[in-house]
């Protein structure tokens, strides 16, 4: 698979989708894609980032990490997308970043990505599984292949049994309470393999 290209495109407050996206990046290297770790713009006043310690001090740790673009989302083949859960829908950071995307989807030039998602939570049931669907209603309109992990693989039972994505509960210290990295792993692989399938379809 190593004509796949692999955007993983992440929003993360404190760090918990950061590290699902870093996952998900190793897995699609493991899979043989060419692999672009990215992070959407952060929009939030400089006021509330400083007033939240572990905030500011996961945007200073990822300064360097590169911000999306749309050439990004061009290149890609395939595209892992990580954000957190706000109120069963995604970080609104996530959201206008799709709002751009308007003149490649006119343009027909997201049709027939390979799109899957992750999430996080502060609980099991805080709209985990809402916001990965959310998500996917803007991957209709674009004309992507949704390729979620369904039960395709026992890992995914162990990381919570989500078919939908990838999704961590995050505990009041701030770390992930099941152990997903294995789920992450598979779902990057399975991305990057049906990717493959559909690019050599579409050259035949």
Same mark, same amino acid.
């Given at each position: 698979m190593s004509n796949v290209n692999l955007a993983i495109i992440y929003y993360s407050a404190t760090g918990s989708n950061y590290q699902l996206a870093q996952w998900a990046a190793e897995g699609g290297k493991n899979a043989g894609a060419q692999v672009r770790l990215l992070k959407v713009p952060e929009h939030a006043p400089q006021a509330a980032i400083d007033s939240n310690p572990v905030w500011k001090a996961h945007v200073e740790a990822t300064q360097n990490v590169p911000v999306v673009s749309l050439a990004d989302v061009e290149?890609?083949?395939? =595209?892992?997308?990580?954000?957190?859960?706000?109120?069963?829908?995604?970080? +609104?950071? @996530?959201? $206008?970043?799709?709002? #751009?995307?308007?003149?490649?989807?006119?343009?027909?030039?997201?049709?027939?990505?390979?799109?899957?998602?992750?999430?996080?939570?502060?609980?099991?049931?805080?709209?985990?599984?809402?916001?990965?669907?959310s998500l996917y209603t803007t991957m209709y309109h674009w004309g992507a292949i949704i390729a979620s992990p369904g039960y395709t693989d026992p890992v995914t039972f162990?990381?919570?049994?989500?078919?939908?994505?990838?999704?961590?509960? =995050?505990?009041?210290?701030?770390?992930?309470?099941?152990?997903?990295?294995? +789920?992450? @792993?598979? $779902?990057?692989?399975? #991305?990057?393999t049906v990717a493959g399938w559909v690019k050599s379809g579409k050259g035949s």
């Open positions: 290149w890609a083949d395939a =595209i892992i997308f990580s954000v957190p859960t706000r109120f069963g829908n995604m970080a +609104a950071q @996530m959201k $206008q970043f799709f709002d #751009t995307t308007g003149g490649l989807w006119f343009q027909g030039k997201l049709v027939d990505k390979v799109v899957s998602a992750m999430t996080s939570a502060q609980n099991p049931h805080g709209g985990q599984e809402q916001t990965i669907l162990a990381a919570g049994g989500n078919p939908y994505g990838t999704s961590v509960t =995050i505990g009041q210290d701030g770390k992930m309470i099941e152990d997903v990295k294995g +789920a992450v @792993m598979h $779902q990057a692989k399975r #991305t990057v």
